[in-house]
């Protein structure tokens, strides 16, 4: 499955961005889907996951009550939802895929086979 992240840009602090990562090659609702972000000097940092199902999906604290995971499976998209931007927030943002990955294993970047090229989220004022 190839993956193409968009949505990234720069944002004031409090506000919203929508991130969009389409899939083509295969339904993307047969693959577990994830977020991951990397800023400069830092390890890849799970964000979120959510099972090939849909129906739990999991957060990184950071983003607890902030970020949204949701996919359109009619489009073959994962979107994830940044709200209450902080300054913390800014990194490059990776979707990610796998058929199957054990839920212990989520949140672990070298578990994912397919990665998308990455969207720029800056948060400053």
Do not use: H, M
Request: net charge positive; with cysteine; glycine share 10%.
């Amino acid at each position: 499955v190839q993956l193409q992240a968009s949505g990234g840009g720069l944002v004031q602090p409090g506000g919203s961005l929508r991130l969009s990562c389409a899939a083509s090659g295969r339904t993307l609702s047969t693959y577990v889907v994830a977020w991951f972000r990397q800023a400069p000097g830092t390890e890849r940092e799970f964000v979120a996951g959510n099972r090939r199902s849909g129906d739990i999906t999991y957060y990184a604290d950071s983003v607890k009550g902030r970020f949204t995971l949701s996919r359109d499976n009619a489009k073959n998209t994962v979107y994830l939802q940044l709200n209450n931007l902080k300054p913390e927030d800014t990194a490059v943002y990776y979707c990610v895929a796998k058929r199957t990955v054990i839920l212990s294993q989520l949140r672990r970047p070298d578990e994912y086979d397919y990665w998308g090229q990455g969207t720029q989220v800056t948060v400053s004022s």
